[in-house]
């Protein structure tokens, strides 16, 4: 049994009588229902929490029958993200049956579910003040991006990543990190100052290798604007090697998460588009169709507007 994961019960009797419930649903003392424990299954960390660093605890009362089935849960308090992986936990917990009067029976526990990523309370409280302040100049910086307003993103952007740059331990804070870099590389990239965007993606897929894995498709995302800002470089090896890097990436995630297989071969189709013009400049004209003939059948769409498309 994992001791990270506990149960705290109380002792209150008075509250039953109080409330009118028969004596044997009343509640029970904190060592003997500790005793009666049989199966302790640990809750899962909801991905969400964990990428928006969640903690705390979860409380809960429990109903137990006199078989030690957990029949009904509760929740009392504790942080919203947190409950519904609690509640279902607690829901699969068993018990030696609970005796009152020599007899089993029916009672009610107070169970405290907490959740922790061991990020101390100081750290914790920084951090969320960063945060405050990153996630809505993220949508500034985004939305910018999308509009084409370049000018304005790269000052949204280049914001984004100075408050990044900020979180206390930039390990709990890697996606964010990566993100501000990217979306920064790509305002620099459109707006014509590739050098700097060149940094900002060399800074992008240096995080990618640290934190994510071939089979993730930001992983596969970053690859791809460090290939597109070396294509407009001119550094045709450069990109050659990033955009299939990217393609690999994108195939693994597709076979990685079949839920998403559908979007993440959109992301393969753009890509493939864009390394067929590459393909096509350096003389490669068999290469380029075959990458155009996949990219159709990933997304009907993915060649339109392309220049130097030869279907």
């Known amino acids: ?6 149960i705290v019960v109380t002792c209150a009797l008075f509250c039953a009588f109080a ?12 060592g003997e229902a500790t005793r009666h424990l049989l199966e302790h299954g640990d809750p899962i960390y909801p991905a969400i929490a964990k990428a928006t660093h969640v903690q705390g605890s979860v409380l809960l009362h429990a109903d137990v029958d006199e078989h030690g089935s957990v029949t ?5 308090g ?3 993200m947190l409950r519904q992986a609690a509640l279902d936990a607690v829901r699969g917990w068993t018990y030696k049956p609970f005796a009152v009067n020599g007899q089993a029976s029916k009672v009610r526990i107070v169970v405290s579910v907490p959740f922790s990523l061991g990020i101390p309370a100081s750290t914790e409280k920084s951090d969320n003040a960063i945060g405050q302040a990153y996630f809505p100049k993220a949508d500034e910086c985004r939305a910018a991006n999308a509009k084409g307003q370049w000018a304005q993103a790269v000052v949204s952007c280049g914001d984004l990543v100075t408050i990044a740059e900020r979180f206390p331990d930039p390990s709990l804070r890697m996606n964010e990190i990566r993100g501000a870099h990217q979306d920064y590389g790509e305002a620099l990239a459109f707006s014509g100052d590739l050098p700097k965007a060149l940094d900002q993606f ?11 894995t071939s089979k993730d498709a930001e992983y596969a995302t970053a690859y791809y604007w460090q290939a597109f800002a070396e294509h407009a470089s001119k550094m045709p090896a450069e990109a050659e090697r990033d955009y299939s890097k990217a393609e690999e990436s994108y195939r693994e995630a597709m076979a990685n998460l079949a839920d998403m297989k559908q979007i993440y071969g959109r992301y393969l189709a753009h890509t493939l588009a864009y ?3 590459l393909a096509q400049q350096t003389g490669r004209d068999n290469q380029a169709k075959a990458m155009q003939a996949e990219a159709l059948q990933l997304d009907p769409k993915a060649l339109d507007g392309m220049k130097g498309n030869s279907q």
Request: charged share 25%.
């Open 19 to 30: 409330s009118g419930q028969e004596p044997n649903e009343g509640f029970v003392l904190e």
């Open 72 to 76: 009904n849960v509760e929740v009392v």
């Open 1 to 6: 049994m994992n001791r990270k994961f506990f």
């Open 78 to 80: 504790g942080p919203p």
């Open 275 to 277: 390394h067929s013009v």
């Open 202 to 212: 060399h800074r992008t897929t240096e995080n990618a290798e640290k934190s994510l």
